[in-house]
């Protein structure tokens, strides 16, 4: 059965290759791996041309949201994907999301048709979003091959592990190949720890002993400071004021 909403914090870590093996080991233990294995995570985010929403959210405000696509792997233009209407209050995520087809989100949020089911109350909050911020447009295009963990203990936490984090701002279907620019380093990975609760003792434990620290990480942040780095730099150029 899919989950519709969430309620949790999110830790993230950055990780290297030796870190990860050490954590996945130490895993065995205390976590089962999800039963799909390692799975391809295609995203596309929606924001306004003038990229309001991530603007607002690398401001850190106590509140932010946020609305993207998503599909587990390439998706046809029938294909089932899920619309997840994101938000964090003080620490806290909270998600909404429905599973929709890939054509029918894309209809809706150009503008063209209503939502499926506009009667229930999570389409009720993505259509109110949607008008709000109107104009909304596919900004970001984002994939990455995720392993994912549950705990055996505490079902309440989750550990996700993405590597060949990719980006573009092109071809922002879920229906396109998942590939584009590196966002993290070689042989690194983002670490997210989901729990409802606190970490817990073990847990804590192994993560001071690999010496991993806490980070605040976006990937949809992180690329979008790259992207108007590059084009700043392009600016620069064509004013002749700086030649790298």
């Not at 050490?22 to 985010?45: Q, R, W």
Request: charged content about 30%; overall charge positive; proline content about 4%.
């Amino acid at each position: 059965m899919d989950i519709t909403v969430f309620k949790r914090r999110e830790i993230k870590f950055l990780i290297n290759a030796k870190q990860r093996e050490a954590l996945e080991k130490a895993f065995e233990e205390h976590m089962i791996p999800d039963e799909h294995g390692e799975s391809t995570i295609c995203n596309v985010y929606y924001d306004t041309p003038d990229f309001r929403l991530i603007r607002t959210s690398l401001n850190k405000p106590v509140y932010k949201e946020k609305l993207r696509i998503r599909s587990y792997g390439r998706t046809t233009e029938d294909g089932k994907i899920f619309m997840e209407l994101k938000k964090k209050y003080k620490g806290v995520v909270y998600k909404r999301r429905i599973s929709i087809r890939q054509n029918e989100a894309v209809d809706f949020l150009a503008g063209k048709a209503p939502l499926p089911n506009s009667d229930g109350q999570i389409e009720k909050e993505i259509a109110y979003f949607v008008k709000y911020y109107g104009g909304l447009v596919p900004a970001m295009y984002l994939c990455y091959d995720r392993t994912a963990y549950f705990c055996k203990e505490d079902p309440g936490l989750r550990i996700t592990l993405d590597k060949n984090i990719l980006w573009r701002t092109d071809r922002t279907r879920l229906t396109s190949h998942p590939n584009g620019r590196d966002l993290l380093e070689p042989g690194q990975s983002l670490m997210e720890i989901k729990v409802g609760a606190s970490m817990p003792l073990w847990l804590a434990e192994l993560l001071s002993k690999l010496e991993i620290r806490q980070v605040s990480f976006s990937k949809y942040g992180t690329a979008y400071r790259t992207l108007i780095a590059e084009r700043n730099t392009i600016k620069i150029n064509e004013r002749g004021v700086y030649c790298a």
